[in-house]
């Protein structure tokens, strides 16, 4: 059953809202911020569900008449707000918040309206909206879900409760999927790494397939590195360079691989690895390179992350990055004239 305790991470969010329910002082009008996966929706239906639950407590009941239309999804005092357009458009506000607000709730005490992906609100979308979150009526409760705040207009941010959801730490996220989704912890490990902090990104990787093929392809790839093999490497560079959508991902993991590196030579055996099977691999090229030549490479991968969206010739500079890379393992290619 639906509940707030479900809610990894952002406890002052769901503490802010049990608390608005339980003294009566809930808001017309919030504003969930935060970047996709982090968990806004997953909030905003728990808020919904408990604001209409027939016990009225803090957390929704499960039992209920109105709990089990929220779970069916068909809680006739609950709208999701959808868009026919690639934006929510003016007419979408009018006949989907404007003109069924001042129809009285059916049961409860609210009417509950969810806009997803809020930043999509044209302006004049945003403007009719903003008739409605001047005057609203006692029972109107509207929740704004919202990856890009400042697209919304001033006027309507000075009018509505914004709490911004926050990353969820790297520890909390790996217990949580390794309770929910009974998997192993160096794969719980590596998606919440992948993740950036968003619990529902982190679930995305740990079941993703090509995840498991990309981790695969990234693990062949950084072993080859040692080895001057210059047409293994055109092939790499062919496939990472072709690959672009996983690009990004591929990064994070060779990342991962030289934090592993970073880890061993640290903490020898007894270091958490990302990489545990390749434990063999990893010592071997921990101890073949220096903590300045490690620098380097994560210096290199870094650099290289941040401007591949701007590269004229992304295999070129591909093929530039694994050649330093590799040049790691023989020379100190930062040096002059080497
Ligand atoms: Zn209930």
Same mark, same amino acid.
């Given at each position: 059953?639906?509940?707030?305790?479900?809610?990894?991470?952002?406890?002052?969010?769901?503490?802010?809202?049990?608390?608005?329910?339980?003294?009566?002082?809930?808001?017309?009008?919030?504003?969930?911020?935060?970047?996709?996966?982090?968990?806004?929706?997953?909030?905003?239906? /728990?808020? *919904? =569900? +408990? #604001?209409?639950?027939?016990?009225? !407590?803090?957390?929704?009941?499960?039992?209920?008449?109105?709990? %089990? $239309?929220?779970?069916?999804?068909?809680?006739?005092?609950?709208?999701?707000?959808?868009?026919?357009?690639?934006?929510?458009?003016?007419?979408?506000?009018?006949?989907?918040?404007?003109?069924?607000?001042?129809?009285?709730?059916?049961?409860?005490?609210?009417?509950?309206?969810?806009?997803?992906?809020?930043?999509?609100?044209?302006?004049?979308?945003?403007?009719?909206?903003?008739?409605?979150?001047?005057?609203?009526?006692?029972?109107?409760?509207?929740?704004?879900?919202?990856?890009?705040?400042?697209?919304?207009?001033?006027?309507?941010?000075?009018?509505?409760?914004?709490?911004?959801?926050?990353?969820?730490?790297?520890?909390?996220?790996?217990?949580?999927?390794?309770?929910?989704?009974?998997?192993?912890?160096?794969?719980? /490990?590596? *998606? =919440? +790494? #992948?993740?950036?902090?968003?619990? !529902?990104?982190?679930?995305?990787?740990?079941?993703?397939?090509? %995840? $498991?093929?990309?981790?695969?392809?990234?693990?062949?790839?950084?072993?080859?590195?040692?080895?001057?093999?210059?047409?293994?490497?055109?092939?790499?560079?062919?496939?990472?360079?072709?690959?672009?959508?996983?690009?990004?991902?591929?990064?994070?993991?060779?990342?991962?691989?030289?934090?592993?590196?970073?880890?061993?030579?640290?903490?020898?055996?007894?270091?958490?690895?990302?990489?545990?099977?390749?434990?063999?691999?990893?010592?071997?090229?921990?101890?073949?390179?220096?903590?300045?030549?490690?620098?380097?490479?994560?210096?290199?991968?870094?650099?290289?992350?941040?401007?591949?969206?701007?590269?004229?010739?992304?295999?070129?500079?591909?093929?530039?990055?694994?050649?330093?890379?590799?040049?790691?393992?023989?020379?100190?290619?930062?040096?002059?004239?080497?």
């Amino acid at each position: 059953m639906w509940s707030f305790r479900e809610v990894v991470g952002n406890r002052k969010i769901t503490e802010h809202l049990q608390e608005a329910i339980s003294r009566g002082r809930v808001a017309h009008a919030y504003l969930f911020s935060g970047p996709d996966g982090i968990g806004k929706r997953f909030v905003a239906e /728990r808020f *919904a =569900a +408990a #604001l209409l639950c027939e016990k009225k !407590g803090s957390e929704p009941c499960g039992q209920c008449r109105s709990c %089990l $239309q929220m779970l069916g999804g068909n809680q006739p005092d609950v709208t999701y707000v959808t868009r026919t357009k690639t934006v929510i458009g003016v007419d979408d506000i009018r006949e989907q918040v404007n003109q069924p607000m001042s129809i009285k709730p059916y049961a409860g005490k609210y009417r509950i309206f969810l806009i997803d992906e809020a930043e999509k609100m044209n302006e004049a979308a945003q403007n009719a909206l903003l008739k409605t979150l001047e005057e609203p009526p006692a029972y109107g409760v509207i929740v704004l879900l919202c990856s890009r705040a400042e697209r919304l207009l001033e006027t309507i941010r000075s009018r509505i409760v914004h709490l911004p959801f926050l990353p969820v730490g790297d520890e909390e996220i790996v217990a949580f999927l390794m309770e929910k989704y009974q998997i192993p912890d160096y794969r719980a /490990r590596l *998606a =919440a +790494a #992948l993740a950036g902090g968003s619990p !529902g990104m982190a679930a995305a990787f740990a079941a993703s397939e090509q %995840l $498991q093929a990309r981790r695969e392809a990234v693990v062949r790839l950084m072993k080859s590195l040692p080895s001057d093999d210059a047409h293994r490497r055109v092939t790499q560079t062919k496939e990472l360079a072709a690959a672009k959508e996983s690009l990004a991902d591929d990064l994070e993991l060779m990342l991962l691989w030289i934090r592993d590196l970073l880890v061993y030579k640290a903490a020898g055996a007894k270091g958490r690895l990302m990489y545990p099977e390749e434990a063999g691999e990893i010592a071997r090229q921990a101890d073949a390179l220096s903590y300045e030549a490690l620098r380097r490479m994560q210096e290199e991968l870094s650099a290289f992350r941040a401007k591949k969206d701007a590269n004229v010739n992304l295999e070129t500079s591909v093929w530039i990055m694994l050649s330093h890379l590799s040049e790691c393992f023989y020379k100190q290619p930062w040096e002059e004239g080497t």
